[in-house]
DNA sequence: TATGAATGAGGCTTCATTCAT
DNA sequence: AATGAATGAAGCCTCATTCAT
């Protein structure tokens, strides 16, 4: 690794953390999830992207192909580090109400602390997804996260406390819906309506209420606890 | 082909239609709304949305100045458009109940059937609701929105069959967010989880999964009706 | 004059000077003056000239054909009301020092005061001529300014005040040299020399020296008069 | 035939003479002063220019980011080449009077055999020098012009020759006004009063009056000498 | 005499990408 | 593994001018 026993010890002095190819393609990576995040995939510019990189133009080129290449890999970067830390919540070790309360709670949150990644998956769907549907690795990732919930669910009614018909893909899509929207329509929402519901109590409300909407349904006693 | 046959001779020569600012105007306004809700902001193509109008590039921007000024234009349009029909369901003659539950079921399925209106929506907000914040107009027609609701909120309270606490804000947000992510995200949902939801059935029970979601923490005696 | 009995009052109201084709072409080439000046011939807009106009863009075209033939005719203003002026200041009355000394403060006052119509000329010179060209009036009318000075030169000889070989165009060319530059370089004169010289007093010293430098080489006792 | 024969057949293939990028933008600086002096700013046409270079339009881009940025650095070409002559004239050791003579004649021929300069100022100056101001450089740059005038003239009256009131500044008005104006209004002098002073001996007779005008008021015995 | 609507042609600029080393 | 220079293709927009009444 890096300027193997060459002649060239030119560039020894500074950037040195040059010449690590990976090192060089995750600095590339975490520019393009910015950039594209902000303008979209034909809003981002190869051009701006190059300059806020610590290397050049040249090299994203190298490393990624084309411009969509580079737009395909940020976004699975994007959805890999989501997915990892859903996996590390570990809710099969809290009582099933507990642990679903914890998990509306939970993406609530992360979604609302990581709009870049809401908005790549805006962009996405934008396309049409066209470019998830090239990367089977995303799709294979993600399903599992409905694997965590219907093993709450199923903890649940085992123990009485969930309601016998209570579907783990519908709870997962309303989950995600407030939690998505509470992001992805932040700007329009402010605009027409005031930014009420975007302040701290205003997003506490929010997050309270969507426990409070996705539990009544599914729990037989549906006061919700306090924990968060 | 154009106009073979039609029924209007007055100046038979060509271009009859023509010579018709308005009609000319909303001829490039839908095929605008088409482009743009397909492509994005950056992503549609002037040339390509005059191609499909029935007049040239010229006259895109001798209505509507460039091509921001007809996005801006183009979203005012589809908002008025929805904020119409809403006006236009008339529910305070309804009982409280029954006209929550209409409402919801409205904006689900307008919401559906109008996916290129979700569509320029979602693009705004990735444009961080530049456009939005310049119209004035748009902000002020769907104000409304929210004021409607909380009339029949109101209703409820009065007549004894709503909660106290409903806040109308809250309400209309969640309705928009199970609506608006029920297409919003469709592409990638479907991808992940496969489309089951998406199906025929899969909409009519998210629809109603929306209506007791929505009604359960508000209505007194959480029983949702048939009506839809 | 005006609206002949016609059935049609319906712009009796305001607008009344319109159907006056004189007044709408005089309208129209006061707004062009200003326009060319400002802009030169390619830098102006034609668009921007109707629009400063009391009436329309089509009316410029119906009075001027094009474009250049609008330019043609402000140009042949400019230079006739010039000339005019030129012709009002009779001096043959005075003696031929006195009036050698006011022509060169007239001239130098006259351009000072009249920047747009130096422009007009700077804008033709760019233009190699090409439209004084094509105007044989234009010619015509400001030959007479060397005539006019040759005159007084004639009259200072005889009378023996002034030197025998002054040429009167090479005097004229001395005298349209330092006031013209003293208008049409005053954007770049003072930016890289200050405009010490472009302030009321720079400005009457300048004057002054054009005064003393035209009179010296040609006066026999060369002081000058304080007359101004 | 561009490079047929070529003595450097470095890189045979083609275009030996590019990734020299400053030859490149030489070859394009060249171009757009020929350009610009014969159109000005907004007659030129930047096909036109690139048609011309031996490099393509997407290179002037490249180097000189639009048409305004390519103006300004031919502008400050302009300048600078001049102002370069200024100072490889050396006055400094020659006689004050022979000096500032030298300084005239060598003003008024300079200006007559640069009239793409003389034009480009021209056109600056229609523009009301925006351009300029916003070049430091070429402020700075000819700022020294009356310094070195102001050196003459100082040695002139410490030995003697040079009245005391003599005003660099004004002077170098004058011998720029006359020189300027003889290139400048060329076009439009010459179509009304004919081009006798155009022709070789009357340039010769203008540049010597030039001399004898400015140093008649300047020097204590105004009989000017042959130098030139 | 007057006008609102319309337009072909051409202008300036940007983009993702490749070349040559 | 890296890079500064270069670029064809296509994008957005403006201009003087004419049409149809």
């Known amino acids: 690794m890096a300027n193997s026993g060459g002649t060239k010890p030119k560039s020894s002095r500074k950037n040195s953390w040059k010449q690590n190819p990976q090192a060089v393609q995750e600095n590339i990576l975490r520019v393009a999830q910015e950039v594209f995040a902000k303008n979209g995939l034909s809003g981002a510019r190869v051009d701006e992207i190059a300059a806020m990189t610590e290397t050049s133009k040249r090299m994203v080129y190298y490393y990624f192909g084309d411009k969509e290449g580079l737009y395909r890999r940020t976004l699975e970067e994007a959805y890999r580090k989501v997915r ?13 109400r507990a642990a679903l309360e914890r998990l509306i709670r939970f993406t609530f949150r992360h979604h609302s602390e990581n709009p870049d990644f809401i908005r790549l998956v805006m962009i996405e769907n934008i396309h049409h997804g066209t470019y998830l549907a090239q990367s089977a690795t995303i799709r294979d990732m993600n399903r599992g996260a409905v694997d965590q919930l219907e093993r709450i669910l199923k903890r649940g009614r085992d123990e009485g406390v969930f309601r016998q018909d209570a579907d783990p893909l519908t709870i997962h899509w309303q989950i995600s819906a407030m939690s998505f929207f509470n992001v992805s329509n932040r700007a329009t929402f402010s605009l027409i309506f005031g930014d009420r519901l975007n302040s701290a109590t205003g997003q506490r409300q929010l997050e309270d209420w969507a426990v409070e909407t996705v539990l009544r349904p599914v729990v037989v006693d549906p006061r919700p606890s306090d924990q968060g």
Chains 1, 2, 3, 4 share one sequence.
């Open 84 to 96: 990892q830390k859903e996996v590390d919540l570990d809710l099969d070790h809290l009582d099933p």
